[in-house]
């Protein structure tokens, strides 16, 4: 029996991987490497982000014009605001991340929209929907 590999390519950002993907795995990266360089202290390790992307048809194939909606659930400390941890994110996290030709005033920023999220990994989360 022969072994096929399945592959992905894509010409919306430089690694050949779609933008979305890659600008929501960059946020959860620098996310990381904030916490661990104490600029959000507060920050604990369970973090997920997802990235939606507006895309122009055109002849050539999709073109990226805009980010929609940028969300991140990160975990944190209990003695942490929702207000600190949306603006911090979106200053240390987000602004460093994605690039200013696609953010606009219409993002939409979805930032631990269900608030306190202090309970983390297996203990919070089963991994189901």
């Known amino acids: 029996m022969t072994k096929e590999l399945c592959s992905y ?8 991987m779609p933008f979305s ?3 929501a ?23 997920k982000s997802q990235v939606t992307v507006e895309y ?8 990226v014009l805009r980010v929609h909606t940028i969300l991140m659930s990160v975990q944190h400390n209990p003695d942490v605001r ?25 993002v939409k920023y979805v ?3 269900i608030g306190s999220f202090i309970v983390g990994g297996p203990t919070g989360d089963s991994g189901l929907t």
């Open 82 to 106: 929702l207000e600190d941890i949306q603006s911090q994110l979106k200053e240390h996290v987000i602004n460093l991340v994605v690039p200013k030709e696609f953010l606009d005033e219409n």
């Open 21 to 23: 993907y890659v600008m």
């Open 25 to 47: 795995t960059r946020l959860l990266q620098k996310f990381d490497e904030q916490v661990k360089a104490g600029v959000l202290p507060w920050g604990r390790p369970d973090a």
């Open 111 to 113: 930032l631990n929209p």
């Open 56 to 63: 122009e048809e055109s002849p050539k194939g999709l073109k």
């Open 9 to 16: 390519a894509t010409d919306e950002h430089e690694s050949m």
